[in-house]
């Protein structure tokens, strides 16, 4: 059996290997064999350590490396064949333009894959759809978008089994077609099983976020080749809040289910409580990388992406700021409003996470994982002078 | 006035106003290149040899003093000063906290250099980085810099420094001047007047690539020749290697290289070997390649390996031409076909049996051919095959203004009391000829530091003078 999987994986690898190479990722190949020749970045990420174990770069290694490299910009800035050098060598812009290819190239359902080419307009139609879907559902449902006091009962306005419904529907449609593209994305190349040294190395490294911080400890890039652990704070924040959020869900669930304990609970229980710390952090976490994104230098990254990336910030911010409002105002007579746009910008979320922006934690993590595994792995090479 | 006036925007240039500044002076640094293209060669560097006497940071082992002075004067043939020698070598046993300070990065030596870890600290990011951590740094401590600023000459009197003139015509005073300005490799008349013309007429200089900047013109060097300044070195004296002939005209920089010469054979435009290719180990070896194909006919060189050789040497920045057979290798570099055949023919049937290894010196060596190769001598008789076309390629130039331990610049025998010297401007005074990785980045920040230093006490003294 595992000598069919390895003959399977040749197989692949053989077909990949002949495969022919979109624009952007002979570019990134044509970037690689400079890099290869001059290797002066190895010590700020693990993109160019993995490099090295390569000579020669087909569609799968690039794929690969594209969603190793967390768009840091030290190797831009440190660059001596950087433009307006001849050969304008500009990996994290590279990379980065290979990286949305790949992830509309491994999004599942095929076809919406094409969702990633006008991606801003994906979120917003996904939002508009979601802010009217839950408005007409209040109006449906209750008459009006206001209560009479006293409020605070979500679930008088849209029943506790409609939310789970329609959330819990969504929700395992997007993890379906995550799990679906990481896993292409990781059977296009699969570096063999993981140890448990080599899961624990790459989840660390995805939750501390190991390749913001330079190499150095002082951080990436943003507007100049000065470092900044800013990008790494800010997106801690996002992320561990996003996280308390999902905490908070779950959290309340199993004292509906469990406990018995319906909704709604005060301030200071605990699903409140994760979920203020989660807004919190939802909220000046995204602040903080927009901020970042509209002062970043010129030839970082791709300009082509910035709808996506600005949208899905902007989508995180208004997940964050009406989830606060949401608690703020709950026992007045706006919370039916309030929670209608609550819900249709979180639906939004969810509707998109394979989709946007956000399905870079999936490939950027599986990368890691890949890198964890090939790096304790003997090189293939044998370069006369290691 | 200002109090010092750096000419220079690279490595010891960048090293001197920073001292200056931390002593107290007002600096400005005038950079000929635009902010892109600032740095001059050490953009291009990686690494900074370091005595030590026992395991420090990313240097195992260690590497004192009297070693790293032999290893100066085997590469030198003796063409050093060894009392300037030696204080380059225990400045750089002590250098890098300070360089640190400022913002350099330091990292265990590079995959493909474990020959260097021993002795030389790699700059994380190499040499760019290192300039942008000090261009930081310098800016940060109130050192005044412009680019696209050259200097076109000095007004000197008496071997004192008065004052720089710009391309733009202005005229800055400062009470000193501290000169890093780089060598003339970037000259191309220069460098086609330096190594002549040879026997078959040619004009070999009109060849070369220049691995570094195109901003060392040797503007300075020349105008303070002409000023009567005490000069070292021989201008048809230069580091030169072989590089990839595809290489870009300036700053190919490191990736040009290829590392490929000792595993095969080199031939030249005629198809004829002219060179022992297994002499010794590749990093011993490579940079007297320039010189040698820079010998042969239309300065061009053609190294020749077999699929045998491939992953197993850092691989190249331009993928070679590559070939089924080795006929159609020669047709596809335009090399003529039946001499082609002989040589290598002649090569592969000359190849005596042994063991290869090319991480020591095998026995793999050829009989009775000239010029013989020595190791690693294999047939060249596995598809595909693959050739690269190698220029010389010009690192940079060994003539200098004459100094002292002070790093001042001299006029006959004389030191000036306020204009000094540091980097590739100087550094024939401890590299004569030859080259081994990383001194000179050991020699451009000891006496850049030096220099600063000299050029701030001697700015002070006269600012505390004029003041009483």
């Not at chain 1, 469990?258 to 976490?285: D, H, N, Q, S």
């Not at chain 2, 000239?370 to 001598?377: I, L």
Request: aromatic share 10%; glycine share 10%.
């Amino acid at each position: 059996m595992q000598q069919l999987d390895a003959l399977a994986r040749e197989a692949v690898a053989l077909a990949d290997a002949q495969a022919p190479l979109s624009a952007a990722e002979a570019e990134v190949d044509r970037q690689m064999q400079v890099c290869n020749a001059c290797r002066y970045c190895e010590g700020f990420c693990a993109v160019f350590p993995a490099m090295t174990r390569r000579l020669s770069f087909a569609k799968a290694d690039v794929h690969y490396l594209a969603n190793l490299c967390h768009n840091c910009g030290a190797c831009l800035h440190a660059c001596q064949y950087a433009p307006p050098h001849e050969f304008a060598v500009n990996v994290p812009r590279a990379m980065a333009e290979v990286r949305v290819q790949t992830y509309a190239e491994f999004a599942w359902p095929p076809a919406l894959g094409a969702l990633y080419r006008r991606n801003g307009a994906t979120l917003a139609l996904a939002t508009g759809l979601g802010l009217a879907l839950f408005l007409m559902l209040a109006l449906v449902l209750q008459g009006s978008l206001f209560a009479q006091p006293p409020a605070g009962n979500f679930y008088a306005v849209f029943p506790h089994n409609l939310i789970v419904a329609l959330f819990g529907a969504v929700f395992v449609f997007a993890l379906v077609a995550l799990a679906i593209g990481a896993s292409r994305f990781w059977r296009q190349a699969a570096p063999g099983p993981a140890s448990r040294a080599a899961a624990a190395e790459a989840t660390f490294d995805a939750l501390r976020l190991k390749y913001l911080d330079g190499g150095h400890g002082e951080g990436c890039n943003d507007a100049d080749d000065r470092f900044t652990l800013w990008r790494r704070r800010f997106h801690h924040l996002t992320f561990y809040g996003f996280l308390l959020c999902f905490a908070a869900t779950g959290v309340a669930t199993l004292y509906h289910y469990v406990l018995r304990l319906p909704a709604p609970y005060p301030v200071t229980a605990l699903p409140v409580l994760l979920g203020i710390a989660g807004g919190l952090g939802l909220l000046a976490g995204p602040a903080g990388l927009l901020w970042l994104n509209l002062g970043r230098h010129p030839l970082h990254g791709d300009p082509a992406q910035a709808a996506m990336d600005r949208g899905f910030i902007a989508l995180l911010l208004f997940n964050s700021i009406t989830g606060l409002a949401l608690l703020a105002w709950r026992d007045s007579v706006a919370m039916p409003l309030l929670l209608a746009v609550h819900l249709g910008f979180v639906m939004a979320l969810f509707a998109t996470m394979p989709y946007g922006k956000f399905a870079h934690a999936i490939y950027r993590a599986a990368a890691l994982l890949k890198w964890a595994i090939e790096r304790r792995q003997p090189s293939t090479l044998r370069l006369k002078e290691d | 006035m200002i109090d010092v006036l750096v000419i220079g925007g690279g490595n010891a240039a960048l090293c001197a106003a920073l001292m200056a500044r931390e002593a107290g002076a007002t600096v400005l640094l005038l950079e000929a290149a635009p902010r892109d293209w600032r740095g001059g060669n050490s953009q291009h560097t990686r690494n900074l040899r370091c005595m030590h006497e026992a395991p420090q940071d990313v240097l195992v082992d260690a590497y004192p003093e009297e070693e790293f002075w032999q290893d100066l004067l085997k590469v030198t043939g003796g063409a050093t000063d060894e009392r300037l020698a030696r204080l380059v070598i225990r400045a750089s046993s002590n250098c890098r906290d300070w360089m640190r300070r400022h913002g350099v990065h330091f990292q265990p030596s590079l995959s493909g250099t474990l020959h260097l870890a021993r002795t030389n600290a790699f700059f994380m990011g190499g040499g760019k980085a290192l300039v942008n951590a000090y261009y930081r740094s310098a800016e940060a401590l109130g050192v005044q810099v412009r680019y696209d600023a050259p200097v076109t000459g000095l007004e000197l009197e008496g071997g004192r420094f008065v004052a720089a003139r710009l391309g733009n015509g202005e005229r800055l005073q400062a009470r000193a001047c501290v000169l890093a300005a780089g060598g003339f490799e970037s000259n191309r008349e220069w460098l086609r007047e330096a190594w002549g013309r040879n026997e078959r007429g040619e004009w070999p200089a009109d060849n070369f690539l220049i691995r570094g900047t195109r901003f060392n013109q040797g503007v300075l060097l020349k105008d303070m020749m002409d000023a009567g300044a005490d000069i070292i070195g021989d201008p048809s004296q230069s580091h030169c290697v072989a590089i990839d002939a595809r290489a870009p005209l300036y700053d190919g920089g490191i990736c040009t290289r290829v590392d490929c010469v000792s595993l095969g054979v080199m031939v030249n435009r005629e198809a004829v070997r002219f060179y022992d290719e297994g002499e010794d180990f590749w990093p011993k070896r490579y940079a007297i390649w320039g010189r040698l194909v820079a010998q042969q006919p239309g300065q061009i060189g053609y190294c020749l390996i077999d699929s045998k050789a491939i992953g197993r040497f850092m691989p190249p920045v331009f993928p070679g031409e590559h070939a089924p057979t080795l006929p159609e290798l020669a047709r596809r570099l335009g090399l003529p076909e039946a001499a082609f055949m002989k040589t290598l023919g002649e090569f592969n049937a000359a190849c005596v049996p042994g063991s290869f290894d090319h991480t020591v010196l095998d026995d793999c060596r050829t009989q009775g051919l000239a010029p013989a190769k020595s190791h690693w001598a294999r047939p060249i008789d596995t598809p595909p095959f693959f050739g690269y076309a190698l220029r010389p390629g010009i690192t940079f130039t060994y003539l200098g203004l004459k100094t002292n331990q002070h790093a001042a610049v001299h006029f006959g025998g004389v030191p000036s009391v306020n204009l000094f010297v540091a980097g590739e401007m100087m550094a024939g005074n401890v590299l004569g000829q030859g080259y081994t990785a990383g001194v000179g980045m050991s020699i451009g920040t000891a006496f850049g530091r030096i220099a600063g230093s000299q050029a701030a006490a001697a700015a002070l003294k006269e600012r505390a003078h004029a003041a009483a």
